[in-house]
């Protein structure tokens, strides 16, 4: 084992460790026998593997006589991610275990706007600040994962052009983090994030999944073949400005006509709402008609659910996903967006697409940002590749 | 290496046997260092590799003294696959060799109506007759890829409800293939078939790649992140029911209204010349009036072209691929429809997202069908876990 550099497709302790990641706690025969390999080159591996703490001892096995054999099982104590959340308005800075359940999380007040250094900044103190709270020494994070209210260049973690987020254009966003944290850092757009985060921890059996965010944008985050889709430049999921048939003559930002957003985003639905003598600021003017059963304000929601439903009747034809995930402020106004959407999906799209068709709204919630971002950053540092390397002894690599 | 039946992960010959796929001739030395594999395991691997004859020797290296060592490439003449083709009014059935060049093809003038049995009769004699005309051993026959013109269940090679193909319900194809040639069968639609056929031959570096057919029907071929995705249960890509705007009041065979089939298919361009003076029966007669320069038929096909063009827009939008192929018997009556659609999707789709998108005409044509049969079976049968498998030692397997 001297040159690891292209070691990906033959990496062995990194292929073992794959099959343990489901938690399950195997005995060294039972690991030779699925495997093919001789016992002792399980034996070495499942011992690198134990010395780098990836898995550990669970117990005995059963046995016909004479001592039991040991198991072994993945161990997702063995180090901690970092898992951020900038939106707009806010900053979720996150630790969690290998198996990505959060075991600290801290919040703050931040506008995107401020810009990349006094937003990374506060990322790094309270990322150090919550390693020092839980009582895990520095070296124990393994990664750290970014998800940003904009379009992001996935391979090198720089935000291309983001329309709320001035003085971000460009930023080497890894750099500034890796200057106190020297270990990977990956970087995406929130709604990919997103939807990473709602198929991890509420639809592990969905290979193709679609989250929808409605909020102040549109944008969708599309899971096919269980990978996270992003496209030949990485603008995959953009459904924002895709024409609606009731968008004639409705200018949007971007100078065509006709968009979604500028049918059904938030700002869209409070300018209609307003224009009608509903005065609607922002989405809690939106939650207070709703909640006193405004009848404008629920059918324009109902309307906006129609609009995005339209868009979405053309993705399940082209993707035929199993879910459609309804997230972003908008989908938390009750049920009237929702309903507008399943009526238009269920009535445009192919019945063979919709039989087995699920259209829910985000469980994750609020969460779905911080999960998504500490799953990214899971795959990438326990990918068979990156474990091999972990694993291989000083020096040899 | 006992047990094989979970050795995907762990393979040896076969990840070794991935690296040489490129075509470039390697040293044992070099295999040695690629892979961090010990010089004896590469050694035993190539010998196993060689004795299936997967890998031949490739000529000698340049030596600093002594013998030089011998060098080891792909041996794309190792075996024989059969790409068959079957349309509405034909079937192609040709032998390709693992690296997908045709080394000889028949037609004949079936119709797939005709149902499973007479098709698939003349599919097994044609074959059969082939690999006769070649001098090669009926042992040489690797797989056999199918297309056919309608839904597929890929995983048991089954058609699902398709409307040209009375008798195919649910036929198992594989099965009866199968009874005359013992190898791998598989079967998908067509369109899936000329995506992979028109990327692995002319875009072999674009993993994002939409194929769309425009013909009797409409539907796409969708190849994200270099996979070709059917989505959860088969019917990704299926455009041709998608909403356009100039639809309103047109209703389609499939009972909704405005369904982009019902405008810009061949039958509906057909049908619109005819009702307004130009009687048009068929494809041949459609071609006469381009010819003619007649300015219906040219309006006709830039007007399907620009209806195209609006789904592909949302597509683009959605997908982000890097090229979207047009394909499909109308595809080749001049520039009116790619002129059409190239205006709609430049027009409509997000500037980032077309900035490097190309729209390019089928270059495969009339192979495409043949050229993805191929390469979908080839890829099947030269993967890790089946190299693996066929170069195990009789018995261990």
Redesign the interface.
């Known amino acids: ?4 550099s ?2 990906g ?2 990496s ?1 302790a990194g ?2 460790f ?2 343990l990641r489901d938690g399950k706690a195997r005995t060294r025969a039972e690991l030779a ?5 001789a016992r002792s080159t399980v034996a070495s591996r499942i011992d690198a593997l134990i010395s780098s703490g990836f898995v550990g001892a669970a117990g005995e096995a059963a046995s016909s006589g004479g001592r039991p054999p040991s198991r072994f099982a993945f161990n997702p104590s063995a180090r901690i991610a970092m898992a951020v959340d900038v939106g707009a308005m806010h900053v979720v800075v996150a630790l969690t275990d290998l198996n990505g359940t959060v075991l600290s999380e801290e919040r703050g007040d931040l506008e995107v706007a401020a810009g990349p250094d006094v937003v990374l900044d506060w990322v790094i103190d309270s990322g150090s600040r919550q390693i020092r709270q839980i009582g895990r020494p520095a070296s124990s994070l393994t990664g750290i994962g970014i998800g940003l209210p904009g ?1 992001v260049e996935h391979s090198t973690g720089r935000p ?2 983001p329309p709320i987020m001035p003085g971000w254009d460009g930023f080497d966003v890894p750099a500034r983090v890796q200057s106190t944290f020297d270990v990977p850092v990956l970087v995406d757009n929130d709604v990919n994030i997103m939807a990473l985060g709602e198929q991890a921890t509420f639809w592990p059996g ?3 999944l679609l989250f929808v965010k409605v909020a102040t944008g549109i944008g ?1 985050g ?1 899971i ?2 269980s ?1 996270l ?11 924002g ?3 609606v ?1 009731r968008g004639e003559g409705v200018v949007c930002r971007c100078g ?1 006509i006709g968009c979604l957003e500028a049918l059904a985003s938030g700002p869209a639905i409070a300018k209609s709402l307003s224009e009608i003598g509903l005065p609607t600021a922002g989405r809690e003017d939106l939650l207070e008609h709703v909640r006193h059963g405004r009848i404008q304000a629920i059918q324009a929601l109902r309307q906006a659910g129609r609009d995005v439903g ?2 979405l ?3 399940v ?6 879910v459609i995930v309804i997230g972003g402020s908008l989908s938390h106004l009750g049920e009237h967006l929702m309903a507008g959407v399943r009526e238009v999906v269920y009535h ?1 799209s ?1 019945p ?2 919709t ?3 699920r259209i829910a709204p985000s469980m994750a919630g609020d969460q779905a940002g911080v999960l998504g971002a500490s799953r990214m950053v899971i795959e990438h540092v326990l990918s068979p590749a990156n474990i091999e390397a972990a694993v291989a002894p000083n020096g040899e690599n």
């Open positions: 084992m001297r040159d690891q292209a070691a497709t033959l062995r292929d073992l794959q099959l026998s699925t495997t093919g390999l379009p291309v052009n969905d290979d193709n969708a599309i096919s073949s990978r889709q992003r496209g030949a430049v990485g603008t995959a999921g953009d459904l400005h895709v024409r048939p065509n339209d868009v009747a053309t993705c034809n082209l993707l035929n996903p199993s445009r192919l063979l697409a039989s087995s068709l």
